[in-house]
């Protein structure tokens, strides 16, 4: 393997580090990535920072720097974007690139209207994604879905429910799973459709309800959506009929590099080790306590070896291999990391104080690692699963066992 980066990726990395220092500043916020997985992520004011932030990288040219040039992106070279990857979320910043998911579906699979209006929005920062694709019965196995939608003259007609649409209140669109061939084995009748939740005037498409649902934080993170005869414009197919689940299958390299988590980690924790250089239990200093300093090495280990896990896979993508089970091994490892073992050891060392949450007054960096922890509960089932697939995927392409 080989980890170099080159010189231009090196000094990209300094004019990164020096454009966060004077253009971001977190404010207190836990705004990392501002999807799903931050704290702050329905605060206004965290959206309005997030939105300020997002113009300055359009204007840098890097908000879409990873995308091809023939979407109007510029093409960069993988170093580039994993080292751009890297220092935002070292820096605890918003992930700085559009709306995940659907961006690879769009242009693999999208007609050519769906490109001009949807990459050429998303790449101004002027359209926002809901994700539409767990149901009440259809969770990690997804393609038990029910969500019906028949074809009727130009439009397609969806009846059904979905449920943790995460952030969808603030949605423009939805990117939907509905299934449209009943008779079909299962992962063969679903169709991948855009449907508009609502217009410039913020008024809902007809059929369409949301209900909230709130976290254990009182967050209200995600919504039911409930869909009854929403009439869907049969231009807005992405890809074919009955061909959707491989459609919502497209990722993007960019977006399995996987070096967000550990780039985050390493981050917290010399900010971490920053605040507790100032803190005294029973009149020590918390950093002299052999517990704690074993406990923080430990991590530290964990983490440098999460990041290294990230950099195999990034190095095979830039040689042009599939890194299947490699990256699911990194993404698992990286998953189990957060969950079981980073949050909890900085709560452990923070003690009682972290049960203070964000915004209470004596919580140490504003609860950042009592909300963590108790957010990282969500980690391996959310995003479709990974503490199942990742080790299925492991076992089956990367060591060869029968399913
Ligand atoms: C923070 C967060 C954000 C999310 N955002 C979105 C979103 O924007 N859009 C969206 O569509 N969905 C979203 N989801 C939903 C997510 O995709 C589902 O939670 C996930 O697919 C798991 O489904 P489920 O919750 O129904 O759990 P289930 O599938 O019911 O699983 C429950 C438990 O059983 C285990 N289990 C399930 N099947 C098996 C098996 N065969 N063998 C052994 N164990 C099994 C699981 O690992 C899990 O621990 C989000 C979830 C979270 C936590």
Do not use: C
């Amino acid at each position: 393997m080989d980890f170099t980066l080159t010189v231009e990726d090196e000094a990209f990395r300094e004019e990164i580090r020096t454009f966060l220092k004077e253009e971001w500043d977190p404010k207190g916020f836990d705004a990392y990535s501002m999807t799903t997985r931050s704290f702050d992520f329905d605060s206004a004011e965290a959206r309005d920072m997030a939105d300020e932030f997002a113009q300055k990288l359009i204007k840098k040219g890097w908000w879409t720097m990873h995308w091809p040039t023939e979407h109007g992106g510029a093409d960069a070279p993988l170093s580039k974007q994993f080292v751009y990857r890297q220092e935002l979320a070292y820096a605890d910043a918003p992930s700085g690139s559009p709306s995940g998911n659907i961006t690879g579906a769009l242009m693999l699979h999208g007609s050519d209207w769906m490109k001009n209006y949807f990459l050429g929005g998303m790449a101004k920062n002027q359209i926002h994604w809901a994700q539409g694709f767990s149901e009440p019965n259809a969770g990690t196995d997804l393609a038990s879905l029910q969500t019906r939608a028949v074809e009727d003259g130009d439009d397609f007609v969806v009846t059904g429910q979905k449920i943790w649409s995460s952030a969808s209140h603030f949605a423009d669109w939805y990117h939907v799973l509905v299934r449209t061939d009943p008779e079909a084995p299962k992962h063969r009748g679903i169709t991948y459709l855009a449907m508009r939740l609502r217009d410039e005037d913020g008024v809902y498409t007809p059929g369409v309800t949301l209900r909230p649902l709130y976290d254990m934080l009182g967050k209200r993170r995600w919504n039911e959506i409930f869909m009854d005869e929403v009439r869907v414009p049969k231009e807005n197919l992405i890809g074919e009929v009955n061909r959707g689940w491989y459609a919502a299958m497209t990722t993007l390299n960019f977006e399995r590099t996987g070096i967000d988590g550990p780039a985050r980690h390493l981050g917290v924790l010399d900010r971490f080790l920053d605040v507790m250089r100032g803190i005294r239990f029973n009149g020590e200093p918390v950093l002299s306590d052999p517990i704690v300093r074993h406990k923080l090495a430990d991590l530290r280990v964990m983490v440098e070896t999460d990041r290294m896990l990230s950099y195999r896979v990034a190095w095979m993508e830039s040689r042009g291999d599939v890194p299947q089970a490699e990256g699911a091994i990194s993404g698992y490892h990286n998953q189990v990391t957060a969950k079981f073992h980073f949050w909890p050891t900085l709560g452990s060392i923070v003690r009682e104080y972290a049960a203070l949450l964000n915004g209470e007054s004596r919580a140490p960096n504003n609860g950042m690692y009592g909300t963590n922890a108790d957010l990282a509960l969500a980690l391996g089932f959310g995003g479709g699963g990974g503490i199942l697939l990742g080790p299925n995927i492991i076992a089956q392409r990367g060591l060869g066992l029968p399913r």
